[in-house]
């Protein structure tokens, strides 16, 4: 750890303010995709427009499980009079602004044109965050890690209030135009305290080693991977589906969009607050394991309310399962930074995150056609047990993580003894 880093290791006004980056870029990731993807869903649902092509939708989320193929130029190239992760960030973020802008006139174009431009925007994000998740890793110190983690989370949570809540409730007095552009500007702002972050002060010592070829690395990092996608993938098939159960219980679009956009996202938020708190106090694996089992008995209980058809129990259900989803992305995310320690972040993060995000793709896009199809309430009960398998996986990965990293550590101890 460098003099500076360990200067930043107790909480003080300058360890919070370097957290201010990383917090606003999450706000504009959040704000973006929840608008591209998840509130276009549900003004398509209302319209009526079939679950099985809602699924569609999802590969607005592409580029983020595909960043592992463009993932090592971000590792090796520099671009010319910037710092590296901090020059990746701002043409990102900069480009991404410009498609939203470009986005924002048209409302009347093809479908296809609209698409287009939304994978594309959704490529500059996918790219900006690979950069500065190795920007978490090349100068943040392992100990404040979940503090990192805690602010991306809070951030994207607050930009999902946004994105997925507020444009949402205000769509039909505002309009495309109108929501675009806030999204646009939103994503300007926030891209402004980045700008100042002393990136080669702070970074760390970076490991020497040979640099492989990013589906070489997979290779190395594939059973993780797999633990990963498998995780994602169950979680999203549990929760990220209940607004279009509420919304086939009856439920308003306005009040779904409040549930799951604006209050879910204010519960994330809360919760990746104190999850990395609890995470520094009572352990990794325990926040795991409590959050999981919350997650589950919300999962029943959405299974009880689409039996009966009651969407005050649906309601009660989603706000319970976002309180207790939201006690799990610190301990994940802090575990793939861990995973991702070497000399080439960018890549190895992208592998971890980015390729288990694409092997969850095929049942993101199907979980609706599979719900249409079924019905929901056997959809869920299909659901819980998947989860329960894919949450032990998880868990057991983190222990022999950890288990691994006490026993270096009682070695180098020992060796300096």
């Known amino acids: 750890m460098s003099a500076s880093e360990s200067a930043l290791a107790r909480p003080s006004p300058v360890f919070w303010l370097r957290l201010a980056p990383f917090f606003c870029l999450s706000v504009t990731f ?34 983020v499980g595909l960043t592992f193929l463009w993932a090592r130029p971000v590792d090796r190239l520099r671009l010319p009079g910037l710092p590296h992760r901090l020059g990746w960030i701002g043409s990102m973020q900069g480009l991404g602004i410009a498609l ?39 100068t943040v110190g392992p100990e404040r890690r979940p503090y990192v983690t805690s602010a991306k989370l809070g951030g994207a949570s607050l930009g999902g209030i946004v994105g997925a809540g507020v444009l ?24 402004l305290p980045i700008l100042f972050y002393p990136e080669a002060r702070l970074r760390l010592g970076a490991a020497v080693a040979e640099r492989r070829l990013g589906l070489g690395r997979l290779r190395i990092l594939g059973g993780r991977v797999i633990v990963l996608g498998l995780y994602f993938a169950a979680l999203f098939a549990l929760t990220s589906v209940n607004s279009l ?32 708190a609890l995470v520094r106090r009572i352990g990794l694996v325990p926040v795991v394991t409590i959050s999981a089992l919350g997650v589950a008995a919300a999962g029943l209980a959405m299974l009880a309310a689409c039996a009966i058809g009651s ?19 610190v301990p994940v995310f802090t575990m ?18 980015g390729a288990a995000f694409f092997a969850a793709m095929p049942l993101r896009v199907a979980a609706p056609a599979l719900a249409g199809a079924v019905g929901w309430p056997l959809y869920f009960a299909l659901c819980l ?25 009682k070695a180098a101890a020992k060796a300096a003894a």
């Open 30 to 63: 959040g704000a973006t995709l929840g608008f591209l993807a998840s509130g276009a869903p549900l003004i398509l649902r209302v319209r009526g427009v079939e679950l099985a092509d809602l699924g569609l939708l999802q590969l607005i989320n592409l580029p």
């Open 245 to 276: 159960a509420l919304i086939d219980l009856g439920v308003p679009l306005a009040q779904v969009g409040l549930v799951t956009g604006s209050l879910a996202a204010g519960i994330n938020l809360v919760m990746a607050l104190v999850s990395g």
């Open 100 to 138: 939203l802008a470009t986005l924002s006139f048209g409302e009347a174009w093809p479908l296809s044109a609209l698409f287009g431009l939304a994978l594309a925007t959704c490529f500059c994000l996918a790219t900006m965050d690979v950069a500065l998740e190795a920007l978490v890793v090349e």
């Open 168 to 191: 949402v409730a205000a769509y039909d007095r505002i309009g495309w135009q109108a929501a675009v552009l806030t999204v646009a500007g939103l994503n300007a702002l926030c891209l």
């Open 311 to 329: 969407g005050g129990l649906g309601i009660a259900a989603a706000v319970f399962g976002t309180l207790c989803a939201g006690g799990l992305g």
């Open 336 to 353: 793939i930074y861990r995973w991702a320690e070497g000399p080439q972040p960018a890549t190895d993060y992208a592998l971890l995150f």
């Open 385 to 409: 047990p998947f989860y329960g398998l894919a949450v032990a996986l998880l868990r057991g990965a983190f222990l022999r993580t950890l288990d691994a990293d006490r026993a270096a550590a």
